[in-house]
């Protein structure tokens, strides 16, 4: 039980910490290392970015509205990855590899969580 509420707790957290505890979800599951550290350069771009886009939100008389309204889809990101890391398995093909297809979805999946953070 204590596990539980820990991984629901990081889940609503920072993204890196959801991005490491996913990781080695999914690492548990059989996805290489390798490629889930590969999946970290396309979303540099995306983390330089995103604050100049946000600042013009976050600056004014109420700042934390945003984060308030942003918190019903974080919780949503949390069963995201829950479910993909779950069905994870699903995706391996007969050799244990997992298709380009994969990884195009859990890239979408963490920009997503990105934007939501």
């Known amino acids: 039980m204590t596990r539980q509420v820990t991984n629901i707790a990081i ?3 920072k993204p890196e910490k959801v991005y490491f505890k996913i ?4 690492v548990e599951q059989g996805v290489p290392k390798e490629k889930l ?3 970290a ?3 540099m771009p995306l983390q330089i970015i995103l604050p100049w ?3 013009r939100y976050t600056a004014g008389p109420r700042p934390m ?3 308030l309204k942003a918190m019903p889809p974080r919780l949503l990101m949390g069963l995201i990855f ?18 380009m297809s994969y990884y195009a979805m859990v890239l979408i999946i963490y920009a997503f969580h990105q934007v939501m953070n």
């Open 11 to 13: 889940l609503t957290r």
């Open 23 to 26: 990781n080695v979800l999914q």
């Open 37 to 39: 550290a590969m999946l």
């Open 41 to 43: 350069i396309p979303m």
């Open 53 to 55: 886009i946000i600042s």
């Open 65 to 67: 509205d945003i984060f």
């Open 82 to 99: 829950c479910l993909l890391v779950y069905y994870t398995p699903m995706f391996a093909d007969a050799d244990g590899q997992f298709p």
